[in-house]
């Protein structure tokens, strides 16, 4: 079983950055692969980042360029970096575990970027 605690959302400017941060309940590197996933009003999830327990990243190609996602290891953290935001990243972020062949999910946290 893995808990995951997202923060860091909020309301920003278009062009602006934001960090989000997802502490997990487990050794994070003990985990598959941790990631960030989006939601957007009437959509469906969609992969924003993912990173492997072996540091391999794989990026949605609307954010690449502009979204990094890393961890801490002693925090047992999370994070995803957003600079140059904008107005379609709107959605609810949510923090990602696979591990053992099972999916775990945050709550989400709401990023809104205004125009």
């Known amino acids: 079983q893995v808990q995951l605690v997202e923060s860091g959302g909020g309301l920003v400017q278009a062009g602006g950055s934001l960090r989000l941060s997802c502490v997990t309940s487990?050794?994070?590197?003990?985990?598959?692969?941790m990631g960030w996933y989006r939601q957007a009003p009437g959509k469906q999830r969609d992969l924003v980042a993912t990173?492997?327990?072996?540091?391999?990243?794989n990026y949605a190609d609307s954010v690449k360029g502009r979204f990094t996602i890393s961890r801490e290891n002693a925090r047992d953290t999370l994070y995803l970096q957003m600079n140059d935001l904008k107005p379609e990243d709107t959605a609810v972020y949510y923090c990602n575990a696979y591990n053992d062949y099972r999916n775990y999910w945050g709550q989400g946290t709401q990023v809104t970027v205004s125009s």
């Open positions: 990173l492997t327990r072996g540091g391999n990243t």
């Open positions: 487990k050794r994070i590197l003990s985990i598959d692969r």
